[in-house]
């Protein structure tokens, strides 16, 4: 009898995705090396006119440019499931519009000013004109901790539950801003809930994950900022994307 073990090495669920991805592009005769991401229409998409409103000025032409990004919306878009699929009560969605649903998450890591944010709004976008019916929110992780502290009026906990479930989240510039136990926490059950409901999400950082051997001692990384239970979970939910070049904004000047 062919029985599968627990020792079998199985795909991990995003290789079968890509494949089926693949397979389904292939049928249509597109190569998904060249496709376009974001698709050339002349008609204004109702859905990322909204969304435009809620991007930073700086990233609102973005598109993504990076393969693996690319790869990455596809698969996300692909996923993508229409409410009534899942519910059992149609009414809870809008009729028509895919959903987000789970999947994989990236990391985009190098350093200051070379399209990280670009590239995660890009993102963004991309699943917005692809008809996904986008529920997103992008924030800093510095951005993050101010907004949880405490002020009249505010529930730091019902915000902090809002934005774990929300279907698509960047957390930008994760490990940037000054730590405490309490920012560890937060950032520990903001990745723990994502990880654990494969929600997708797209971290960006300014620090290399982990201390390569030719890495300067006193130079820092990811896991020293977020601590390894963090890590750990990251390494596990997400594609690193390694991101090169110069300064863009220095560039520019
Ligand atoms: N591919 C790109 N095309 C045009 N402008 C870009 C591109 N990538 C980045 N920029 C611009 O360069 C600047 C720095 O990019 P940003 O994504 O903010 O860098 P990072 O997040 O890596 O620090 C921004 O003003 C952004 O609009
Ligand atoms: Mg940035």
């Not at 499931?81 to 985009?108: C, K, M, Q, T």
């Not at 957390?171 to 997708?200: H, M, Y």
Request: aromatic letters at 6%.
């Amino acid at each position: 009898m062919n029985r599968a073990r627990l020792s079998d090495p199985l795909p991990a669920v995003s290789d079968r995705l890509r494949e089926r991805l693949a397979a389904r592009l292939a049928e249509r005769g597109i190569d998904p090396a060249t496709a376009p991401v974001l698709p050339n229409s002349p008609e204004p998409i109702p859905a990322l006119e909204a969304a435009q409103k809620r991007i930073p000025y700086a990233y609102r032409d973005a598109a993504p440019q990076h393969p693996q990004v690319a790869a990455w919306v596809r698969t996300i878009a692909e996923t993508a499931v229409a409410p009534a699929a899942e519910d059992l009560n149609a009414a809870w969605g809008r009729p028509g519009r895919r959903r987000i649903a789970h999947g994989p998450s990236l990391l985009l890591w190098g350093g200051t000013g070379i399209g990280k944010t670009h590239e995660a709004y890009g993102a963004v976008r991309a699943l917005t004109a692809a008809g996904c019916g986008v529920e997103w929110h992008a924030t800093t992780a510095a951005d993050l901790y101010a907004e949880m502290r405490y002020r009249s009026g505010v529930d730091p906990e019902h915000m902090l539950r809002r934005i774990m479930r929300v279907p698509l989240l960047l957390l930008d510039d994760l490990g940037a801003a000054k730590t405490s136990e309490w920012t560890e926490e937060i950032t520990f059950r903001l990745v723990n809930w994502r990880c654990q409901n494969r929600l997708p999400t797209i971290f960006t950082t300014n620090l290399p994950p982990v201390r390569a051997h030719h890495m300067e001692k006193h130079l820092p990384v990811l896991r020293d900022k977020v601590g390894d239970r963090v890590l750990s979970r990251l390494s596990g939910m997400c594609t690193p994307v390694e991101f090169t070049g110069t300064d863009r904004r220095f560039q520019r000047a």
